[in-house]
């Protein structure tokens, strides 16, 4: 049973599959404002080959009486197909891509570029004095090469937010 | 698009509606909905009921719906149509009432232009419905439509918007057959059975059961409030509605403690906390309801009944979840209790009746009235006699309320054999909701006696509609408790901010008595107890619309009163009790 005392907070990452129609992705930004909800990451695109369904992946944080609340907020939306507490239901991977832009020259250059092989972020684009790394992988992954870069010239980030999906042959 | 097609998107609407079962449509026209006023000119299947302002339409709609269980269909040009509505849409969802809304649009080439009486509707509207639509093809019209009453009869009822450009409507369009299902949107109404058997588990053990019921008992059909009335009479459990809920359990039985909640009995709210076996159906632990959660029935476990996930576990944790139906899971807890064998225990059930019965002994509802000639009227009175003057005449009585002291004494003092007879605003609270509700009864009731229990406030807030009643001769009788104060307001006033009646005198009052006659309707005032009686009968047996203004004591404080952030036990009762209960603490002066 859910406890009111219960008052410490947790992360939760939820995909929903929704219909693709107009005004789909208000509805649920328009949830999570109206009812004072996190909103820490989000992300949505077209999954199927008709473009009929979306996918919504939210990663949302509350106490364990809040969470369950989203979701069923979330289930009693008409276009909603299906909701899934991905942090809940079992394990799961998550990714996000980053695109990070570094200006500098010299030792900071090369060190960042040094950083940038540990974290097996790609080179997208160069000048002489500037990268734009393609990096993916978990958040904190991602957390700790912007917080690298930040001393040799970190000059710009671009993050999706997060795609997941549960691990095995499991589906939502 | 194909020649075939000879109908209109205007026609094709109206077809959908008339194949969905609509008889009328409350509304307004304009510019944006002109070809869809032409197609209704065109035809007689639906009748159009001409509002004075597209709010009133909106609660129209509602007490329609409320009192008859169909859907509310509502009609309104764009801009200004739609952006009026809006209140009753959100209205409508906050009290789980079905409404379809249509509004007028720009024509699609013209959206986001800032056109002529251009809104963003399906924006405005997004988190005031259950469900909103922006018809973009004239081939989609008929499906949403029929989609749109789907979604707004099922599972828990609500508003929805479809908005209509008008280049759709006056474009030819194809005809779709209703359906009845909708791939993504299909609510839960058969409960678990392995849930409804834990529940009889539990109240096979109550010591101090307690059945809580609500509007959603009402929202699922006459046959729920049957069934639970069968199944409280058989288990022999006491039982309290919200506001929302009354009527759905006769209030003459004396297994019912009357309403619960912050102006509720003291004998519901004692059995609330005290209680542990808590069964809630169809009820929503609305604050009003529950007062201090982390205080609210602490000891007992819970059953929760509703048709929407979200409603169970928002505001109070329980045991035992069943997403079904009330009327569904009525059905099947009956049907458990009936087959189990497992033993009551009778005397700790006649314990609990005793000491409820000690509780009831209280009164929690008296006042005193002065009978002496060119006393003051009691609120309470007023409405006590029109509760009996008007059960005496036998007719069908259909009550709406304003918002406010009235509303409350109302809930107190008026009582209700059955479901559909009692149409307020709960959870908006919306002043002006009455009139133009009892509107909508009366067009749905043309035969029945229906009142509007009034504060001189409130029932200005959509006085207009006196004029739609003169039109279609709908003999609705506004009762007025005319306080000449916002009561409710200066109740709080005088309890938490020091008797500071800020700008809560009603000042300036019209004549209501030369109101109602300059609407063509019928006035008459009520200054002194003496007059009450004759009064009351003489609107009753006024063929037209009545305005009854009765004058009452302004003082008068309804009560009892869970102060916001007290918990049940720590009510406040009226000066006909010795003191009792606790002051409100500062927390509780935050919460509304
Ligand atoms: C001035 C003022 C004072 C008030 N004081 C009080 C008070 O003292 N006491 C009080 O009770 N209220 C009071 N209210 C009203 C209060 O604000 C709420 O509106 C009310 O308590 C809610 O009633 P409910 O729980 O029955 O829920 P409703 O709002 O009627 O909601 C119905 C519930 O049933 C569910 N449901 C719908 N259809 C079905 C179905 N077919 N099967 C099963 N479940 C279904 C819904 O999902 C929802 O959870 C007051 C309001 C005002 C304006
Ligand atoms: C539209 C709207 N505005 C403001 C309020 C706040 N409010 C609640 S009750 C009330 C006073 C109602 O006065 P009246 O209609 O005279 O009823 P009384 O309480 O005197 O019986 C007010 C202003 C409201 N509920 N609705
Ligand atoms: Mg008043």
């Known amino acids: ?172 | 698009m194909s020649a075939e097609l000879t109908q209109s998107g205007a026609e094709i609407l109206l077809r959908a509606l008339k194949d969905q079962g609509v008889e009328v449509i409350f509304g307004y026209p304009g510019g944006a909905v002109l070809p869809i006023y032409d197609a209704l000119f065109k035809q007689n299947a639906i009748r159009h009921v001409l509002v004075r302002q597209e709010g009133g339409a909106v609660h129209a709609a509602e007490g329609y719906a409320r009192s008859t269980g169909k859907v509310g269909v509502v009609l309104v040009t764009s801009g200004p149509g739609a952006t009026n509505a809006v209140t009753g849409l959100v209205d409508a969802l906050m009290d789980s009432i079905p409404i379809i809304c249509l509004t007028g649009q720009v024509p699609t080439h013209l959206i986001g232009n800032d056109a002529f009486q251009e809104a963003d509707t399906t924006g405005i509207t997004r988190p005031a419905t259950k469900h909103n639509y922006l018809v973009k093809r004239g081939e989609d019209l008929a499906r949403i439509v029929h989609e749109a009453f789907y979604v707004a009869r099922s599972g828990r009822p609500g508003p929805v918007v479809i908005d209509l450009p008008k280049d759709i409507v006056i474009n030819p369009a194809p005809y779709a057959e209703p359906t009845f299902s909708h791939p993504s949107y299909r609510p839960r109404t058969e409960p678990d059975l392995g849930q409804i058997a834990k529940a009889v588990a539990l109240m096979k053990q109550a010591k101090r059961p307690m059945i809580y019921a609500g509007g959603g008992v009402i929202n699922s059909g006459p046959q729920a409030s049957e069934t639970l009335t069968k199944l409280a009479r058989l288990t022999g459990f006491p039982i309290t509605n919200t506001l929302m809920g009354l009527g759905c359990y006769p209030a003459s039985d004396p297994q019912f403690l009357g309403m619960l909640g912050m102006h509720g009995t003291y004998e519901a709210n004692l059995a609330m906390h005290g209680c542990d076996m808590l069964l809630a159906v169809g009820a929503r632990f609305d604050d009003r309801v529950t007062g201090r959660l982390n205080a609210f029935s602490q000891d007992s476990r819970k059953i929760h009944i509703d048709i929407d996930g979200s409603s169970i576990n928002k505001n109070v944790p329980v045991e035992v979840p069943i997403i079904a139906d009330a009327g569904k899971a009525l059905d099947a807890l009956l049907a458990a209790w009936e087959a189990s064998d497992a033993p009551v225990d009778k005397p700790a059930l006649a314990t609990w009746w005793r000491q409820i019965d000690e509780w009831k002994a209280k009164d929690s509802l008296k006042f005193t009235q002065n009978m002496t000639r060119g006393s003051i009227i009691k609120p309470q009175y007023a409405i006590q006699r029109l509760f009996e003057i008007t059960r005496a005449r036998k007719q069908e009585v259909f009550i709406t309320t304003e918002v406010g002291q009235h509303q409350m004494w109302a809930a107190q003092h008026f009582h209700f054999e059955k479901p559909n007879r009692w149409m307020t605003s709960g959870g908006l609270g919306t002043m002006g909701y009455g009139l133009p509700a009892a509107m909508g009864v009366q067009i749905a009731h043309p035969d029945a006696l229906v009142i509007d229990i009034a504060g001189e406030a409130s029932i200005l807030m959509n006085i207009q509609e006196m004029g739609t009643l003169s039109q279609y001769r709908l003999p609705v009788k506004v009762f007025i408790l005319n306080n000449q104060y916002m009561g409710m307001v200066r109740q709080w006033q005088e309890l938490l901010h020091g008797s500071r009646y800020s700008e809560t005198y009603s000042a300036a009052l019209p004549d209501f008595v030369k109101l109602a006659d300059a609407f063509h309707a019928t006035g008459m005032r009520a200054q002194t107890v003496d007059e009450l009686d004759d009064v009351i009968n003489a609107m009753l047996d006024c063929p037209t619309a009545v305005i009854a203004d009765i004058a009452v004591d302004q003082a008068e404080n309804c009560f009892p009163m869970i102060p916001s952030g007290a918990a049940h036990n720590q009510m406040l009762l009226g000066p006909e009790h010795e003191a009792s209960g606790v002051g409100v603490t500062d927390a509780g002066m935050a919460l509304v």
């Open chain 1, 1 to 172: 049973m859910l406890s009111p005392t219960d008052t410490t907070p947790r992360s939760a990452t939820i995909s929903v599959l929704v219909d693709n129609e107009s005004g789909v992705l208000a509805r649920v930004i328009g949830l999570f404002s109206g009812r004072g909800y996190n909103i820490d990451s989000l992300t949505v695109a077209p999954v199927d080959a008709a473009g009929m369904h979306s996918r919504i992946n939210v990663v949302t944080s509350g106490t364990s009486m809040v969470i369950e609340q989203i979701k069923a907020q979330l289930d009693r939306l008409v276009p909603v197909h299906r909701v899934a507490d991905l942090t809940m239901d079992g394990p799961h991977v998550a990714r996000e891509l980053a695109l990070v832009k570094v200006i500098g020259t010299g030792e900071k250059r090369v060190e960042a570029m040094r950083i940038a092989d540990t974290f097996r972020a790609h080179v997208v684009d160069t000048t002489l004095g500037s990268f734009v790394f393609e990096l993916t992988g978990a958040t904190d992954k991602i957390d700790a090469f912007i917080e690298l870069m930040r001393d040799l010239g970190l000059a710009e980030v671009s993050r999706s937010g997060i795609a997941a999906l549960a691990r095995g042959s499991r589906v939502i």
